[in-house]
């Protein structure tokens, strides 16, 4: 099965994902792990020509991380995971030079991307890991071209009949005059979406795409995703548009390529922003409504309802390009719809509060994006929790720099469904344990296989990358691992890695 982050190729599935919680337990703060450490994200299909009248779009999922010796880690030319490198777990100094634990030069050359971007070569397995989504999947930014308005051309245009007449609704009748009590789904919408932006993100070149973000605080600070401003970085243009159809120029605050979360801060921006209320994402269960805010396929202000259908789910992502990097997280899955351009919209509870940002889907389709094959929504949306969005936000927007956790050693990226093997060897031939490190101060070394941190079933290295990433550094953990045959537990406080690179 293939995921992808809108438009990249995906990694393949871990093995069978265990049943997800019906409540998060894990903190929602996640570190991100150096070059070293492993996490995993879905790599979305490469997007073909554009249609007739919408051009082709690039691809905004970012590609899949690096290990902690040389995060993020470059997406492999086979599926995500089936990189047979080692991954630095959670930030570890060094990692099997091909492998996750490699430096990101080198794995960027065996790291499939996702179709936001682009579909991968080689289509993902099916995983039997906890979150079963350790594949990569798409991320949701719609690639520039002008497909979104095309596409709203062309629907207009085939309902455009010459018989049709319009009817107008009388004074008393009208939809000015309608009371709608608070918690229905147009109530939250009606207050939400005054708050959401889409956002068009254009290179020097003039490559781009169409994402959404939504206001954090009065100072005119948006967040939104990575890969949806991945285009404007180093001297490209950014606009955020309201639904009023005003539109402000910004500015890239900070942007973190591993958690996939950016914050941009608009140019003179109003004195009457108002930022949406921020949910508590652990306490979200299986089964509660969600609401998402975006604009897919540049349709802005659009809104779509759905459910969770599952937690903590692993998934890696990237925008499929060759130099692209991965992006992990433990997810909220939604079958909300959500197509390329809900990237960075905020994904609401019943309430109105910011449970999540969207940001990748996975698709059946292998089509890319502006052809006929566009991969849309299937009901498999994933959500970067807001606990750890949040976090993640106010390092970029206090330091502009992400800070990342990690365990210090190099894991094993391969598909696996026993658990994340410390490598031999770190990124470069450096060791694979750090010196020093938090894992060799609780004593693990090479050949060891992790299969729990705290709670969560640990089935493969990208598993243990998004796990230890929904934590913060100096927080304790309990490692389950084997050796020999042999279980053993040990506790084991988070080391922290500062910056992508």
Known sequence: MSTENEGNPVPPAPSAPPVPPTSPTASPQAAASDGGEAPSTPIAPTPPAAPQGAPAGDPYAPPPLAPEASWPPPPPATPSYADAGAGAAGGAAGGAGAGWGAPYDQQHQQYPQHQAFQQPQHAPKKGSGRGGLIAAVLVAALVAGGLGGGLGYTLAKNNDDTGSTTVSASADGGATQVKRAAGTIAAVANKALPSTVTIEAESTSGEGGTGTGFVFDTQGHI????????????????TATFPDGKKYNAEVVGHAQGYDVAVIKLKNPPSDLK???????????????????????????TVTTGII??????????????TSKASYMSALQTDASINPGNSGGPLLDSSGAVIGINSAIQSASSGGLGSTGQSGSIGLGFAIPINQAKYVAQQLIKTGKPVYAK??????????????????????GAAAVESGGPADKAGLKSGDV????????????????????????????????KRGGTEHTVEMTLGSRVGDN
Not at 275 to 296: C, K, Q, R, Y
Not at 309 to 322: E, F, H, I, L, W
Not at 454 to 469: A, M, N
């Open 223 to 238: 967040v939104t995703n990575n890969h949806v401003v991945a285009d404007a970085l180093d001297g490209g243009k950014l």
């Open 275 to 301: 930022p949406l209320a921020l949910g508590n994402s652990d306490n979200v269960a299986v089964g509660d409504e969600t609401i998402a805010i975006g604009a897919p396929f540049g349709l802005s202000n």
């Open 309 to 322: 259908s599952a937690k903590n789910r692993p998934v890696a992502s990237s925008d499929g390009s060759s």
């Open 407 to 428: 365990i210090g050693a190099s894991v094993s990226l391969e598909d696996s469904s026993a658990g994340a093997q410390i490598t031999d060897s770190g990124s470069g």
């Open 450 to 481: 992790i299969t729990k941190l705290d709670d969560s079933v640990i089935d493969s290295g990208p598993t243990l990358i998004g796990e230890i990433w929904t934590h913060k550094p100096g927080d304790k953990v309990q490692v389950t691992y």
